[in-house]
């Protein structure tokens, strides 16, 4: 119990801390009447960045907004552990005057909206003179307001969401472009090399990698230095590039999400896959792959950046990605989609992790010592619109997009062969370079009077649609807007953080070294309700799904 203790010293602590943070510096934090000192015009903004990008201070849409506006922004940017960073920092006292792109959760948004580190953005977000854009679409549609307002009447987020989904290929139900945020994908012309058919088992698998290995295929097929070849590889618990679709041969799909794993069973009741059975098998049936050298050695350690050159040059006959041609470059002709897999037992569980367009309000936030959040919020209001989101989401109008618009009076994305021909990247590499991440509101409207949807999305959405749905038997999801009350909060601020820590580190442990045994299985299970607030946490986002539900 002594640990127990000490977090109630840790969230008493951070609760001060907070709460000392809330008196803004120069602006008023959070008490619904805004700041108009407009003298500040330069601006440093922390956002996160694709690992493909260059940067943004060469970015003409965002400097062309920023001249709009009369500002000037240092972006300092990162990929590879944003909310980590920036939660040190915010803890700190190291303030920006703006974070962007770091994916808060209404949870987190909560806590550091109320301790006052966030400001509230009601006043502003209304102001036809501040964001007429942005006012103008929560006017019309009601239910994005809604959605990004916290329990307490405050927005301390501005809305995001990318109303692109299933119904775009004509199916009767629309789900979300990211329902399955990892495509495995497998080196077709090394099996077809060795003999071997495309597996359906993870039995078969093991046989393909071992066969990957002994026949170091990296270099046979393609050259590469003698022992280079990486059977398979993935990045433990990230997001489009895990290892999670490879646990539904045992019964679980534990997408990195809300609290590491949790999900909504079919009869609505919240629950954790790290204490199934079907997880502590598949981390003990992964392990042997691990200890045997078919799996990655860095899989824990290696970043996005690292995980991608690795796979474009050649080396690795499986992994997960958001698509192939990204992924795999010169070489993605030779991939195919790896199925998920059959189990020991015969099992494949697949769940999806969301569905529908759900708005969220966690990629930019205001900090208390930004001067003049009007200034800001006017270079931000631009994002509103469907010709700027657009060069926001894919590239600007002359790179990723055709100058010309066509007869439907709509932009035209580039062709994956224009693409390459004439900056020497598939469409899927350009658009990473180019796209800056953030609050971008992409409305399903703009799809019929802006722009194109673009042909590889098409793909993606019918490849769910058509293959990846195949798969899944339960279509529930636990929603990502679910709104906690400030009690919740605090409970959430005493467990989450070390629930999640101490289930990561045991399950990277497990896969690494082997295990869990009878005994430490069920000690560990334990530990989570004794020490780490399982129960509690399970209460929580019960009932804020169940009033979730209720307000439907």
């Known amino acids: ?70 500002i000037r922004i240092t972006w300092e940017t990162m990929s590879d552990s944003l909310g980590e960073q920036v939660n040190l920092r915010l803890q700190g006292n190291d303030y920006p005057d703006a974070v962007q792109a770091v994916g808060w959760s209404n949870y987190d948004l909560g806590r550091y909206g109320r301790g006052g580190t966030f400001i509230d953005l009601t006043p502003y977000v209304t102001d036809p003179e501040v964001m007429p854009n942005l006012s103008a679409i929560l ?71 071992r066969a990957f290995k002994d026949n170091d295929m990296a270099a046979k097929m393609y050259g590469a230095a003698p022992g280079s070849t990486i059977p398979m590889t993935f990045g433990f618990d990230q997001w489009c590039w895990g290892q999670n679709i490879f646990y539904a041969p045992f019964g679980v799909t534990n997408w990195s999400d809300v609290c590491a794993d949790l999900r909504l069973t079919k009869d609505k009741q919240v629950v954790f896959d790290c204490v199934d059975d079907g997880y502590r098998n598949a981390i003990t049936y992964y392990h042997d792959w691990y200890a045997e050298g078919l799996i990655d050695i860095e899989v824990f350690s290696q970043d996005d950046k690292q995980y991608l050159a690795k796979c474009a040059q050649g080396y690795v006959g499986v992994a997960t990605w958001w698509e192939i041609n990204e992924l795999m470059a010169d070489h993605a002709a030779d991939y195919v989609y790896l199925p998920p897999l059959k189990g020991p037992d015969g099992a494949c569980t697949v769940t999806i992790k969301s569905a529908g367009s759900a708005v969220n309000s966690g990629q ?21 619109t469907g010709e700027n989101v657009m060069q926001l989401q894919y590239g600007p109008i002359g790179v990723y997009f055709n100058e010309e618009k066509d007869a439907e009076g709509m932009y035209v994305s580039i062709t994956d062969d224009e ?66 009350t400030q009690s919740e909060l605090d409970d959430l601020d005493l467990y989450r953080a070390d629930f999640e820590s101490h289930v990561k580190e045991q399950e990277a442990l497990w896969l690494r070294d082997g295990g869990p045994s009878d005994a430490e299985w069920e000690a560990y299970k334990q530990e989570l309700i004794d020490v780490y607030g399982m129960n509690q946490l399970i209460e929580i986002y019960q009932n804020a799904y169940d009033r979730y539900a209720a307000a439907e």
């Open 139 to 209: 006017e019309k549609y009601p239910k994005i307001k809604a959605a990004i307002t916290q329990d307490d009447g405050k927005i301390y987020g501005l809305p995001a969401a990318e109303m692109m989904g299933t119904a775009a290929t004509g199916a009767a139900d629309d789900y979300s472009i990211h329902s399955i945020q990892q495509f495995s994908m497998i080196n077709k012309a090394w099996l077809d090399d060795l003999g071997l058919a495309v597996p359906e088992t993870v039995e078969e698998l093991a046989t393909a990698l």
């Open 1 to 70: 119990m002594k640990k127990s203790l000490s977090f109630l010293l840790a969230a008493a602590m951070l609760l001060a801390l907070l709460t000392a943070c809330g008196g803004g510096n120069n602006a008023p934090a959070n008490n619904g009447e805004p700041n108009t000192d407009t003298s500040q015009t330069e601006f440093h903004v922390i956002s996160g960045i694709s690992a493909l990008s260059g940067g943004y201070d060469d970015n003409p849409v965002l400097n062309q907004m920023m001249e709009n506006a009369g």
């Open 419 to 484: 693409a390459r021909e004439k900056f020497g990247k598939s469409a899927g590499e350009l658009k990473s370079a180019s796209e800056v991440q953030g609050p971008k509101l992409i409305l399903s409207e703009y799809y019929t009077n802006v722009f194109h949807m673009e042909d590889r999305a098409l793909q993606r959405l019918e490849d769910l649609q058509n293959f990846w749905f195949s798969y899944v038997d339960d279509f529930t999801y636990y929603p990502v807007d679910c709104v906690f």
């Open 364 to 384: 930019l936030s205001i900090t208390k010592s930004c001067q003049s959040p009007v200034n800001l919020l006017k270079f931000y209001d631009q994002w509103y």
